[in-house]
């Protein structure tokens, strides 16, 4: 049948769709221009730069302590994850050692970020796909994480915790007790979570075969972290370059089979299993000594470039310093996983239903104001 | 056709054993706080926004003017003036003002305060309508705090 707007326009007619800036899919402040052909989004373009802050500029213009706040306004989910490779890179440039007391408990408290990470970053994907219970469950166990680095760091999301040389405030007993306490209460909930959301069939329907990403295409665009892994490639920065005393754990990398976005989904859900294994032997490995060797004077690099490259919950995160004998930085890039987990978008959803576009890009769990920065 | 009708059994199940998970949290208790009307305890540790620490000896604060705290700050929100007085050893604080609009809450501040004058409050509920009732002037502050 000829419909009336077929007559008016011809039958290719397409029109412009803008979702975005305030779309509540597009977690933050991202744009994205599509060219739809009825339901069908034909072409995809994602528009940046809304909540741009120029995070790479202000560093230049502070000393190497002031960027620390910042570190935690990138990805505002995984602070701690970002203040873990802001503070590793000085270490490495300036040599500074740092107590193994303290090493233990930045890898107890990152990993606790990541799983928080995790659960908002499923939490609000099922969302996406129209379930709103799960995400209610995932906060329910989240504030008990945000509840404990409350009690240590003092702040429950952009966590300022993590110095050159070590960490601020050193852990107790009664973080340690609330900690596995965690650990028990989580594998118990995660389940539920199989329950309520991996085995059900309207989830299922809605994810599988969505947004398949290959090896071959996650390889072109650079993509890292549970997205990469969700395609097969077994790749984790805190295995194939493990940093802080992460070579001393023994954990798995959970990856995927097809890459789609189940798989994507049940990759996140078995890193939380896989990251309360590794709280759980630094809390039993966890040495005695000093939290913090202070440095004694204004920190001062030597001229030229250092990288340094953790596994943030969305991926590799590098930063990169070049330094000019000064007590601030001359160019400080940062690689966030979001900007390239975002990048196969265009490729990844052309032909695609609206709907199953939201369930393609919330899948990646992007965090904008970490892509723009 | 058979796999629609294994589908229509094993979906419906599925979703019954969902709605046994939503049926358990219905009957467990209530996690849920109403929080204008009743609050949870936080934790002395919050890191809300600084303020002078009265000392018990003197009664009065103990920040001795080094500036050190208002070099630090990587948002320029703290502004310290001190003076020299007649037959008082070192400088007077006339003035310490945080703008905390400005504050990213980053702590080096009170790191870098060798008298440790400032420390964290556990404020957490702060509202306004303008920008200037976020501009506290901390000396008034701790003279308030009798």
């Not at chain 1, 030229?304 to 590098?318: D, F, I, K, M, W």
């Amino acid at each position: 049948m000829v419909t009336k707007l077929e007559k008016i326009a011809g039958p290719k007619h397409r029109f412009l769709l803008n979702m975005g800036p305030q779309h509540p899919s597009t977690h933050g402040v991202l744009r994205i221009v599509l060219e739809m052909d009825g339901e069908y989004a034909m072409a995809i373009d994602p528009v940046l730069g809304y909540g741009h802050r120029m995070h790479e500029k202000m560093a230049e213009g502070r000393p190497y302590n002031g960027f620390y706040p910042n570190t935690g306004r990138m990805d505002y989910l995984g602070a701690i994850l970002f203040s873990h490779g802001y503070v590793g890179l000085l270490e490495r440039m300036s040599g500074a050692e740092v107590p193994e007391r303290a090493e233990f408990i930045r890898v107890i408290t990152a990993e606790l970020n990541r799983i928080s990470s995790h659960l908002v970053g499923i939490g609000a994907y099922v969302l996406d796909l129209g379930a709103f219970t799960p995400i209610l469950y995932a906060f329910d166990d989240r504030e008990m994480i945000l509840d404990m680095l409350e009690a240590i760091t003092g702040s429950r999301l952009t966590y300022c915790y993590f110095r050159v040389g070590g960490v601020t405030k050193d852990i107790d007993d009664t973080f340690i007790r609330r900690a596995r306490a965690f650990i028990d209460r989580m594998r118990s909930r995660l389940p539920m979570y199989k329950d309520l959301v991996t085995d059900n069939l309207i989830f299922l329907k809605r994810t599988k075969g969505i947004g398949i990403i290959d090896r071959d295409m996650a390889a072109r665009y650079g993509i890292t972290g549970p997205v990469l892994r969700g395609s097969g490639i077994s790749y984790d920065v805190r295995k194939s370059e493990p940093y802080s005393v992460y070579d001393r754990f023994d954990f798995d990398i959970p990856v995927g089979e097809n890459g789609d976005s189940f798989d994507r989904y049940v990759v996140r859900m078995e890193e939380i299993a896989q990251s309360l294994r590794i709280i759980e032997q630094a809390l039993d490995a966890l040495p005695d000594g000093p939290v913090m060797v202070k440095p004694k004077k204004k920190l001062k690099l030597a001229a030229g470039g250092c990288n340094y490259t953790v596994e943030a919950a969305r991926g590799s995160l590098s930063y990169y310093l070049v330094g000019d004998g000064s007590d601030t930085p001359y160019r400080l890039k940062i690689r966030v996983p979001s900007y390239s987990n975002l990048s196969p978008l265009p490729e990844l959803c052309k032909g695609m239903l609206l709907s199953d576009l939201v369930t393609a890009m919330g899948s990646l769990d992007l965090v904008i104001p970490e892509i723009d920065r | 056709m058979s796999g629609y009708f294994s589908e229509l059994i094993t979906g419906s199940k599925s979703l019954l054993v969902g709605l046994g998970v939503t049926f358990k949290a219905l009957i467990s208790p209530v996690v849920t706080v109403q929080y204008p009307r009743e609050k949870i305890d936080v934790t002395s540790a919050v890191r809300g926004h600084i303020d002078l620490v009265k000392d018990e000896a003197t009664g009065t604060h103990r920040c001795m003017v080094c500036l050190s705290c208002m070099k630090v700050c990587p948002c320029q929100c703290i502004t310290v003036q001190g003076e020299k007085r007649e037959g008082v050893k070192g400088k007077v604080l006339t003035l310490f003002a945080l703008d905390f609009t400005k504050c990213s809450l980053c702590g080096l501040c009170v790191e870098s305060c060798k008298p440790k004058a400032i420390d964290f409050s556990n404020e957490y509920e702060l509202a306004g309508f303008t920008r200037d009732e976020f501009v506290f002037d901390l000396l008034k502050r701790v003279k308030e705090r009798a």
